[in-house]
C-alpha cells in the first residue's frame, strides 16, 4: 500500500477518480431525496439514441430526468403555470460544474424530448470521468450541459 501510494504521490500512477455513488435532489421539493447506486438502478430506464460530443450516435440508458422531479414532489404538468413557471433546476457535478434547466424543458407537458440522468452507454457503464450519472440531453447542438459525475439536482425559484 505505501508503495502505491507513494508512486502516486510522485505522479508515476495516474489520479484514481472518486466516483460519487449518491445523486440528492432538494430545493423546491416535498420531499428530499437521496438515491444511491441500487435505488437508481431499480428504477425504470429509457434509452435515448443521440450523438455525443465525439459526433458519434451513442445509446444512453438511464432514469429520465421527469421521473426524479416527480418522485421527488416537484411542481408539474397542469399545476406549471403563474408563479412555478419561475422554477428551474440546477444539475451539479461533483467538480463544481453546474447547469440550468427551467421545468417545461424538462417537463413532457411542455416538451417532447426526454432528458435523462444515464447510468449506461452503448450497454456499459459510464467510464471513469463522466460518470458514474450524467446528465444527457438529445438533440442540443452542443452538449455542454450534458453534465458529467452528476452529485445534486436543485430546485430553485428565481426572485
Not at 25 to 45: I, Q
Not at 71 to 77: F, I, R, Y
Not at 126 to 143: D, F, M, S, T
Amino acid at each position: 500500500m505505501r508503495i502505491v501510494l507513494l508512486l502516486w504521490l510522485m505522479g508515476l500512477l495516474p489520479f484514481v477518480e472518486l466516483r460519487a455513488q449518491t445523486v440528492t435532489v432538494s430545493g423546491e421539493v416535498s420531499k428530499n431525496l437521496t438515491l444511491d447506486e441500487a435505488s437508481l438502478r431499480a428504477m425504470p430506464h429509457t434509452d435515448v439514441v443521440t450523438t455525443d460530443r465525439d459526433g458519434q450516435e451513442h445509446r444512453y440508458a438511464g432514469v429520465p430526468l421527469i421521473d426524479l422531479l416527480r418522485q421527488a414532489g416537484v411542481t408539474l404538468g397542469a399545476e406549471l403555470r403563474g408563479k412555478n413557471l419561475t422554477k428551474y433546476v440546477v444539475v451539479k457535478a461533483t467538480d463544481g460544474y453546474e447547469v440550468v434547466f427551467a421545468l417545461p424543458e424538462i417537463d413532457p407537458d411542455f416538451t417532447t424530448r426526454t432528458i435523462l440522468l444515464a447510468d449506461r452507454v452503448d450497454g456499459k457503464p459510464l467510464p471513469a470521468g463522466i460518470g458514474p450519472y450524467r446528465i444527457v440531453v438529445p438533440g442540443e447542438k452542443k452538449p455542454t450541459r450534458w453534465v458529467r459525475a452528476v452529485n445534486a439536482i436543485e430546485v430553485r425559484a428565481a426572485q
